[in-house]
């Protein structure tokens, strides 16, 4: 199984443009999750889904937008790139949480994105 | 403020000197806390996940415990290899809707373990 996998690995892009983080996942996880890290944060939630056609909005969602077509993929769309989008993105994903107590996340290894 | 306090930020340890990771939270209702580790240019792969207080795992040369208002990630006779940023996250039970299935993490502790 190559678990969770993302690409690109490393994306430099101007102002203004737009482009698509992929993130797949074969462990057949009902939930998957977008996280963006910045130097000395902690990872903050962008989108997550708890099924195909199920997004919704994690605490910094704004200039991101998700679908999610099938179990397998989720992938996470920038518009509009701007400088305070440089990060590191991680994808993750998880078997569904029974009896409100969540599972472990297992991530990708991440997108490195710079926006000059 | 907040809501989960990673101390200290990094930590260097002699091979074989055993220490502490400290993870404190002051959210209520928590449903789990869960411990990561991160290598450099890597994701976070997962360690440990603890749901109630006292309770305890164990793997290798960790082991994390859990209280009513922190835990601890236990490293005893580390190795070089033991190197890297240890994460803490927790899931508790803030509001209906997106809130709940969100996990706060913490900013990590950087480990470094010389030979």
């Known amino acids: 199984n190559a678990g969770v996998t993302q690409t690109p690995k490393f994306r430099i892009l101007k102002i203004g443009q737009s482009m698509t983080l992929q993130c797949a996942q074969d462990m057949n996880h009902n939930y998957m999750y977008w996280y963006r890290q910045d130097p000395g944060m902690g990872l903050k939630l962008i989108y997550y889904?708890?099924?195909?056609?199920?997004?919704d909005k994690g605490e910094v969602p704004n200039g991101y937008n998700v679908s999610r077509s099938t179990t397998e993929d989720f992938p996470l769309r920038l518009e509009l790139a701007a400088p305070s989008q440089t990060s590191v993105y991680f994808c993750?994903?998880?078997?569904?949480?029974?009896?409100?107590?969540?599972?472990?996340?297992?991530f990708g290894p991440g997108t490195r994105l710079t926006v000059l | 403020e907040d809501q989960v306090t990673q101390s200290p930020e990094a930590l260097r340890l002699q091979e074989g000197e055993s220490s502490s990771l400290n993870c404190s939270y002051t959210v209520s209702g928590l449903r789990g806390l869960f411990w990561y580790r991160q290598d450099p240019g890597k994701g976070p792969e997962f360690l440990f996940t603890?749901?109630?207080a006292g309770e305890e795992k164990e793997k290798e040369r960790l082991k994390a415990t859990l209280t009513k208002k922190e835990s601890f990630l236990h490293i005893t006779a580390p190795k070089p290899e033991d190197s890297a940023t240890y994460l803490c996250a927790v899931h508790y039970l803030a509001y209906s809707g997106a809130g709940s299935y969100q996990l706060t993490f913490g900013k990590g502790t950087k480990l470094s373990v010389i030979p």
């Open positions: 603890l749901y109630s």
């Open positions: 889904s708890v099924g195909a056609g199920i997004t």
């Open positions: 993750a994903s998880s078997s569904s949480w029974t009896s409100g107590k969540a599972n472990e996340q297992f």
